[in-house]
Nanobody, 122 residues
């Protein structure tokens, strides 16, 4: 089992930046990739970005490409999401998750954190 804890969310004005962290513990050798997802009120959970844990593969949703950067520090068992040029439509609860493959699909991810709220004011 892998435990995930997100942090770094908050309230920021449009155009601002935030850096989210996802700390993993437990069976951290057991997953192949990690991803960020987000869920706004009344909407389905959607893919944001994913990274192969040992590097080499990164995928972004079109809506965040060029503004968000995903990275991972395997020595610290931590994944990051640097979010720049934030927009009000980025407002959501952001979740991290692990998977046995690199995927954009929610159903491919097995372990989930509890999420961290990001609110972008206009």
């Amino acid at each position: 089992q892998v435990q995930l804890v997100e942090s770094g969310g908050g309230l920021v004005r449009a155009g601002g930046s935030l850096r989210l962290s996802c700390a993993a513990s437990g069976r951290t050798f057991s997953f192949y990739a990690m991803g960020w997802f987000r869920q706004a009120p009344g909407k389905e959970r959607e893919f944001v970005a994913t990274i192969r844990w040992n590097g080499g593969v990164i995928i972004y949703a079109d809506s965040v490409k060029g503004r968000f950067t995903i990275s991972a520090d395997s020595a610290k068992n931590t994944m990051y999401l640097q979010m720049n040029a934030l927009k009000p439509e980025d407002t959501a609860v952001y979740y991290c998750a692990t998977a046995s493959l690199v995927s954009r699909t929610v159903g491919d991810y097995q372990n989930w954190g509890r999420g961290t709220q990001v609110t972008v004011s206009s």
